[in-house]
């Protein structure tokens, strides 16, 4: 079985930052690219960021510049340092990564972190 857990979510002041984590757990045979997307209320999930294994990023245009994806790969885990956050940034954040178990891919999702960028 394998899991994904968000954590590092919570409240800021306009202009703060935040770090999220993303971790992978069980039965993993390697992790392919990784992403955070997000969600807010009434909107539709969009892409946040995204790295590959070799660390090959993409950012969505509304947040270049002030966040940063990455990885560990030896801790199965991926991060996204939000810098100058603006309360349009105010979602859930979730985790996306591509998994092998056993000889097989799968897209595995966290339960998502809650970012309230608010005074």
């Known amino acids: 079985q394998v899991k994904l857990v968000e954590s590092g979510g919570g409240l800021v002041q306009p202009g703060g930052s935040l770090r999220l984590s993303c971790v992978a757990s069980g039965s993993i045979a390697s992790i392919g690219a990784m992403a955070w997307y997000r969600q807010a209320p009434g909107k539709q999930r969009e892409l946040v960021a995204s790295?590959?294994?070799?660390?090959?990023?993409n950012y969505a245009n509304s947040v270049k510049g002030r966040f940063t994806i990455s990885r560990d790969n030896a801790k199965n885990t991926a991060y996204l340092q939000m810098n100058s956050l603006k309360p349009e940034d105010t979602a859930v954040y979730s985790c996306?990564?591509?998994?092998?178990?056993?000889?097989?891919?799968?897209?595995?999702w966290g339960q998502g972190t809650q970012v309230t960028v608010s005074s």
């Open positions: 996306k990564a591509i998994i092998q178990v056993v000889t097989r891919l799968y897209d595995y």
């Open positions: 790295i590959t294994t070799g660390g090959n990023t």
